[in-house]
């Protein structure tokens, strides 16, 4: 019922930024919780920030201060900045939509090398 769109992954210099994108569709999107997570080989999937519908934000310590998630109602869509980005960075990075249940998007890789 609620599909998920992601874009924005790619390969950067550490230091480098990206900006990560998830389109969401479906109903009372505007009520969800949304957020990023992300997972690299050999490690349990993590989380990466989360916004909730009145805007209060999550960070793991890992990004805090270099990652900022927002989101934009209108175009059902929350977005991920992610500024200095460092080798440990490097994951796929899922999207996660909570409303009524929990939803994932497929995945967008992230990584961060010289």
């Known amino acids: 019922q609620v599909q998920l769109v992601e874009s924005g992954g790619g390969l950067v210099q550490p230091g480098g930024s990206l900006r990560l994108s998830c389109a969401a569709s479906?109903?009372?999107?505007?009520?969800?919780?949304m957020g990023w997570h992300r997972q690299a080989p050999g490690k349990q999937r993590e989380l990466v920030a989360t916004i909730s519908s009145g805007g209060t934000t999550i960070y793991a310590d890992s990004v805090k201060g270099r990652f900022t998630i927002s989101r934009d109602n209108a175009k059902n869509t929350v977005y991920l900045q992610m500024d200095n980005l460092k080798p440990d960075d490097t994951a796929v990075y899922y999207c996660?939509?909570?409303?009524?249940?929990?939803?994932w998007g497929e995945g967008t890789l992230v990584t961060v090398s010289s």
């Open positions: 479906g109903s009372m999107l505007s009520m969800a919780a």
């Open positions: 996660r939509v909570s409303v009524f249940k929990e939803y």
